[in-house]
């Protein structure tokens, strides 16, 4: 089974420039999720989506954090204008349910991004 | 404020000998508890859960403890092996099955 896939690795740009990252999640699962993790910390739930919709964006910063799932596989996560704090790994997560996470999600290798 | 906390940032370890993670945790509403590792340049991958009904779950080499009363659980590894070096988060599930994760502990098994 091919695991969950991120682009891209890395990115670096500089401050109040716009970024993209893109996730295709295991083929079949209905849940995707965005995290944030900033160096030294844990993962920090962003969005999840289930299937196409919204399922919980309490900790997206609206203002400058934007995401979207349009046909309930890929999604891409954007921000803009970026901020020094935003610098972190974005991870990208997928679940066949919302409700079956005891197995564990399963989480992509994250892209790596750099406010300078 | 922190739900879940691991205090500490690093733990070295002789390869072979038991490597213990801890975790501490304030909401005893918490259902769930699961281990992830996570090498770097890597996503995290999932280890083992425990249960809130249960107090002992194991699988293989690793053994997850969870004490109710103190809030606190704990992942074995024994013996440990230098594959094992890898940053281990701890992780709660709340009641709308969201993850609330800890900072991290740094497992360093030296040969």
């Known amino acids: 089974e091919a695991g969950v896939a991120q682009s891209p690795r890395y990115k670096i740009i500089e401050k109040r420039q716009s970024v993209a990252f893109w996730c295709n999640p295991i083929?079949?699962?209905?849940?995707l999720y965005w995290y944030q993790q900033i160096l030294g910390q844990g993962p920090k739930l962003l969005i999840q989506f289930q299937n196409n919709g919204v399922v919980d964006d309490s900790q997206l910063p609206k203002d400058r954090f934007s995401a979207e799932r349009l046909k309930g596989v890929d999604s891409t996560l954007k921000i803009q204008p970026a901020k020094l704090e935003d610098s972190a790994v974005y991870l990208c997560a997928s679940s066949p349910t919302s409700l079956a996470p005891l197995g564990g999600y399963t989480f992509g290798s994250g892209t790596r991004l750099t406010v300078v | 404020d922190q739900q879940v906390k691991q205090n500490s940032p690093s733990l070295s370890v002789q390869e072979g000998r038991i490597s213990i993670l801890n975790c501490d945790y304030t909401n005893s509403m918490f259902d769930y508890f699961l281990w992830y590792k996570k090498y770097p340049a890597e996503g995290p991958t999932f280890l083992i859960s425990?249960?809130?009904i249960k107090d002992k779950n194991e699988d293989g080499r690793f053994t997850v403890f969870l004490n109710k009363s103190a809030k606190h659980l704990s992942l074995h590894i024994v013996p440990s092996q230098p594959g094992d070096s890898a940053v281990y988060f701890c992780a709660a599930m709340d009641s709308n099955y969201q993850l609330i994760w800890g900072a991290g502990t740094k497992l360093i098994i030296k040969p």
């Open positions: 425990i249960s809130s």
């Open positions: 083929s079949g699962h209905a849940t």
